[in-house]
C-alpha cells in the first residue's frame, strides 16, 4: 500500500540555522510529491511539490527533490526564520487513485530567535 | 481566488448529540475532500467526492457519519451520534480535478470538542 513516514519532532531550532525535516515513502504506482505547511488554527498550505523524478520543488526558500532510488522528498531550507516555526507535512497522491493524498504525521519545527 | 470556506469555526457538543459542518469549495473545483485531524496526527481522509459522486468513503464510519455535496458544488458532512474519540479538526479540501499533480486547497478547519 501507499505510505509516507516522516521524522518524528519537534526540531527546535535557532534563527538562520539550517533545516532538514527527512520523507521517505511508499507508493505502488508513481506519485506525485507534496509537502504542506500548517500555522496554528489553519488548515494546511502547500508549500512545494514534484511531479517525476529529480524535480526539485521550492518556495519561500524551501526546497524539496523528488529521488526515487531512495524514495526519499526531503525538506530544506538554509536560513530558517522564527516565522517559520508551524508543522510540516509531507504527502503523496497517485493519478491511478483519484488523486488520493496520503499524509506523514507531521514534523513541528520550533525556531527560536 | 476565494480559498475554501469552512463553518462552523468551532464546536461543543456533548456525546451523542449531532453535527453538522459545512464546506463551500474554490469555485469550478471538481474534487472535494473531507479530512478528520486528530491532535499530534495527519489528516486522514474520511470521503472524496468528483462532482456530486463518490470516489471513496472506505474510512467513513457510516454507522454514524454521512456527507453529501449535492449539485456537485459546497458540502456537508454529519455526525450522528457523536461519540468522545469525534473530538478533532475537520478540514475540508477541494482540487481542480483528480489528476495525480492537482494540489489539494484546504479551509481553516471546524473544530469538534465532544463532551
Known amino acids: 500500500g501507499n505510505s509516507v513516514t516522516q521524522m518524528e519532532g519537534p526540531v527546535t531550532l535557532s534563527e538562520e540555522a539550517f533545516l532538514t525535516i527527512n520523507c521517505t515513502y511508499t507508493?505502488?504506482?508513481?506519485?506525485?510529491l507534496f509537502w504542506y505547511v500548517q500555522y496554528p488554527g489553519e488548515g494546511l498550505q502547500l508549500l512545494l511539490k514534484?511531479?517525476?523524478?529529480?524535480d526539485k520543488g521550492s518556495n519561500k526558500g524551501f526546497e524539496a527533490t523528488y529521488r526515487k532510488e531512495t524514495t526519499s522528498f526531503h525538506l530544506e531550507k538554509g536560513s530558517v526564520q522564527v516565522s517559520d516555526s508551524a508543522v510540516y507535512f509531507c504527502?503523496?497522491?497517485?493519478?491511478?487513485?483519484?488523486?488520493?493524498?496520503?499524509f506523514g504525521s507531521g514534523t513541528k519545527l520550533n525556531v527560536k530567535p | 481566488e476565494a480559498g475554501v470556506a469552512q463553518s462552523p469555526r468551532y464546536k461543543i457538543i456533548e456525546k451523542r448529540q449531532s453535527v453538522a459542518f459545512w464546506c463551500n469549495p474554490i469555485?469550478?473545483?471538481?474534487?472535494l475532500y473531507w479530512y478528520q485531524q486528530i491532535l499530534g496526527q495527519g489528516p486522514k481522509l474520511l470521503i472524496q467526492?468528483?462532482?456530486?459522486?463518490?470516489?471513496?468513503d472506505s474510512q467513513l464510519p457510516k454507522d454514524r457519519f454521512s456527507a453529501e455535496r449535492l449539485k456537485g458544488v459546497d458540502s456537508t458532512l454529519k455526525i450522528q451520534p457523536a461519540k468522545l474519540e469525534d473530538s478533532a479538526v475537520y478540514l475540508c479540501?477541494?482540487?481542480?480535478?483528480?489528476?495525480?499533480?492537482?494540489?489539494?486547497?484546504f479551509g481553516n478547519g471546524t473544530r469538534l470538542t465532544v463532551t
Open positions: 514534484a511531479t517525476k523524478a529529480d
Open positions: 467526492f468528483q462532482n456530486n459522486g463518490v470516489v471513496d
Open positions: 504527502a503523496l497522491s497517485e493519478e491511478d487513485n483519484f488523486n488520493k493524498f496520503y
Open positions: 507508493a505502488t504506482g508513481y506519485p506525485s
Open positions: 479540501a477541494s482540487s481542480l480535478d483528480n489528476r495525480a499533480y492537482s494540489p489539494l486547497h
Open positions: 469555485s469550478g473545483h471538481a474534487t
